[in-house]
């Protein structure tokens, strides 16, 4: 794994180090409104910050620790939940926090047409260059979830991460305001189109689900890192320059997909720090977005489903399929 760019460092001060294994999340927490039928049936902490640190501090190994960059309003109303409260937001006094509400239809979703549509009603500040810490970290995981991780603070990431992970939704996402003031609809750009793209041959993977994945453009990107499809129920892939591989799922009963995706990730993630090459990762990665789907929000996880995520840490290689191309290389992250 190259070491950390240090393009510009002559502009700046050389950030100092830190711990072996710590981490760097970006990404809001933010507020949820889940909906069916044009009636509220839940509010909840959201933001993939949220789901992310969930996952990593229950997953990752003891001596790896990590430090979260968020942002909230004076409004935010879970700064006693476990996420917030173990890793505190920054304050925007005159913005509100993030919100989305989450229309979901009665029929049934597939992996390639989701059960809800989305829609960003409050934005809070995005998060700058400077809120980063200024030192030193094993990995990144960029996690956005309303346009709030800006180019540059991804290109700053990659400056002081070893590795940088992240999930497509932080890239592609934009937002179309309505005039009747039910906040703005969430689709999709292409990542060739953005500003991000000329950062993609300095991430190491890149997460998307079966629905972001055209806009991502996976064999285009997959020549510059590891790019990860999810799939839902049908577990997930990853493609690399040379092959693939197919990763099966862990079954759930869907109650909730908010989170899924991250949860996948930080589970992915804890994988590598685990010493798993990325394919066994990946396993790990289903089991936590199964996990997060079976709950309303942030989920909680019982010390009995944790026993099962041990094991399949030492024994996930016996439910892969994997597929790679004469010659293909296997892909193993060494975040030390």
Not at 189 to 217: C, H, I, M, N, W
Not at 296 to 321: D, E, I, N
């Amino acid at each position: 794994m190259p070491e950390p760019d240090d393009e510009g460092a002559g502009q700046q001060q050389q950030p100092k180090g830190g711990p072996a294994l710590e981490g760097l999340v970006v990404g809001s927490y933010c507020h949820d409104v889940l909906l069916r039928g044009g009636r509220v049936v839940g509010e909840t902490l959201g933001g993939a910050a949220a789901f992310v640190s969930n996952v990593l501090d229950a997953a990752s190994p003891p001596d790896a620790s990590f430090a979260v960059v968020s942002k909230v309003g004076p409004d935010f109303a879970y700064a006693s939940a476990p996420a917030p409260a173990r890793h505190p937001p920054l304050l925007c006094p005159a913005r509100p926090t993030t919100s989305f509400h989450a229309r979901f239809s009665d029929a049934a979703a597939s992996a390639h047409a989701p059960d809800r549509q989305l829609r960003r009603v409050h934005a809070c500040d995005p998060i700058y260059p400077e809120d980063l810490p200024d030192r030193r970290f094993a990995y990144g995981l960029a996690v956005g979830v309303a346009g709030e991780v800006l180019p540059e603070t991804l290109e700053r990431m990659i400056r002081l991460c070893r590795a940088v992970l992240v999930d497509a939704q932080a890239l592609i996402r934009a937002f179309d305001a309505e005039g009747d003031g039910s906040g703005a609809a969430v689709r999709h750009v292409a990542l060739e189109d953005t500003p991000y793209a000329r950062l993609l041959q300095r991430v190491a993977f890149l997460k998307a689900s079966s629905e972001e994945a055209p806009y991502v453009g996976v064999e285009t990107a997959r020549r510059c890192c590891c790019v990860i499809v999810t799939e839902g129920r049908d577990g997930c892939r990853l493609y690399w320059d040379g092959g693939e591989a197919r990763v099966a799922p862990f079954p759930a009963v869907q109650v909730d997909p908010t989170g899924a995706g991250d949860s996948y990730l930080a589970g992915f993630a804890a994988g590598l720090l685990w010493g798993l090459s990325a394919t066994d990762a990946a396993l790990l990665g289903n089991f936590f977005g199964a996990a997060a789907v079976s709950q309303v929000g942030v989920p909680t996880f019982h010390p009995k489903m944790l026993q099962v995520c041990t094991l399949s840490r030492h024994q996930c290689s016996l439910f892969l399929f994997i597929r790679k191309a004469p010659g293909g290389r296997s892909i193993k992250w060494d975040p030390k």
